[in-house]
T-cell receptor, first 114, second 110 residues
């Protein structure tokens, strides 16, 4: 029974398309996140979200938008995909926004833009 | 803006020996530090953490040491086992923010 699940696991799409990656957690956590693992393997925060606020990393293009229909879901929408968006995207959740007990990560979505 | 650095991309040790993974950070606002372990095609898994008010935390074969004055932490694994072979990410936490290093690939040889 997966704690944080992301779909799809692999996504290949053409430049200019709009796509979504879904994330669900069944841990009852209050905060969810999206991370991008870049070509140098750094995990960079994109968004953190709980029922109180959305915090956006200001370096993230506004083509990226998180959508949270409820506390257990945080989907990532990407408009007008570009080649540079190719990366592995990880969803994560934590008990609180301090994350001192660690995040629980999904298994990642490998996005390839061609 | 690499606030968390893992300067060794890879480390190879013999089974039974100690593995020492190092991490440096630059932002003194970080007050919690964590290590994650990642296998291929999986998400990172939380391993161990330490508060900035401590200098050592131990959990079984894993011990994390924190040197605040040097802004340095390390993860010791002893004895190392082949199943420990993975990529290890160091992370530093502040409110609503967690920064990760680039990871160190540990290979434990039988």
């Amino acid at each position: 029974d997966t704690a944080v699940s992301q779909t799809p696991k692999y996504l290949v799409t053409q430049m200019g398309n709009d796509k979504s990656i879904k994330c669900e957690q069944n841990l009852g956590h209050d905060t969810m996140y999206w991370y991008k693992q870049d070509s140098k393997k750094f995990l960079k925060i994109m968004f953190s979200y709980n029922n109180k606020e959305l915090i956006i990393n200001e370096t993230v293009p506004n083509r990226f938008s998180p959508k949270s229909p409820d506390k257990a879901h945080l989907n990532l929408h990407i408009n007008s995909l570009e080649l540079g968006d190719s990366a592995v995207y990880f969803c994560a959740s934590s008990q609180d926004d301090r994350a001192n007990y660690g995040y629980t990560f999904g298994s990642g979505t490998r996005l390839t833009v061609v | 803006d690499q606030q968390v650095k893992q300067n060794s991309p890879s480390l190879s040790v013999q089974e039974g020996r100690i593995s020492i993974l190092n991490c440096d950070y630059t932002n003194s606002m970080f007050d919690y530090f964590l290590w994650y372990k990642k296998y291929p095609a999986e998400g990172p898994t939380f391993l161990i953490s330490i508060s900035s008010i401590k200098d050592k935390n131990e959990d079984g074969r894993f011990t994390v040491f924190l040197n605040k004055s040097a802004k340095h932490l390390s993860l010791h694994i002893v004895p190392s086992q082949p199943g420990d072979s993975a990529v290890y990410f160091c992370a530093a936490s502040a409110p609503n923010d967690m920064r990760f290093g680039a990871g160190t690939r540990l290979t434990v040889k039988p």
